[in-house]
Nanobody
Framework: QVQLVESGGGLVQAGGSLGLSCAAS????????MGWFRQAPGKEREFVAS????????YYADSVKGRFTIPRDNAKNTVYLRMNSLKPEYTAVYYC????????????WGQGTQVTVSS
């Protein structure tokens, strides 16, 4: 099973930018579709973005389209989340997740990293 560790969270002002990283170990990420999710206080975890194993396809929640990108570097076994034009409502714990190519659900999760956007 792949192990995932997120980093890069922190405090940023509204309108600013932040980049998250998700480093994998135990397996090569080239066999996995990857995703980012977030959970705000008192709310359910929600999908943010995903990228196919090859990097050829990306998907974004409507709330972040045009603001976030999800590049990956399989050689570095890392996936990223680039966040621009941040809003206070984006404050949440952000989680990285991995889904084996043939699976229908994300089976491996990181511990999460806190992103706080101040107004």
């Amino acid at each position: 099973q792949v192990q995932l560790v997120e980093s890069g969270g922190g405090l940023v002002q509204a309108g600013g930018s932040l980049g998250l990283s998700c480093a994998a170990s135990g397996r090569t990420l080239s066999g996995y579709n990857m995703g980012w999710f977030r959970q705000a206080p008192g709310k359910e975890r929600e999908f943010v973005a995903s990228i196919s194993w090859s990097g050829g396809s990306t998907y974004y929640a409507d709330s972040v389209k045009g603001r976030f990108t999800i590049p990956r570097d399989n050689a570095k076994n890392t996936v990223y989340l680039r966040m621009n034009s941040l809003k206070p409502e984006y404050t949440a714990v952000y989680y990285c997740a991995a889904r084996i190519r043939t699976a229908t659900t994300f089976g491996s999760w990181g511990q999460g990293t806190q992103v706080t956007v101040s107004s």
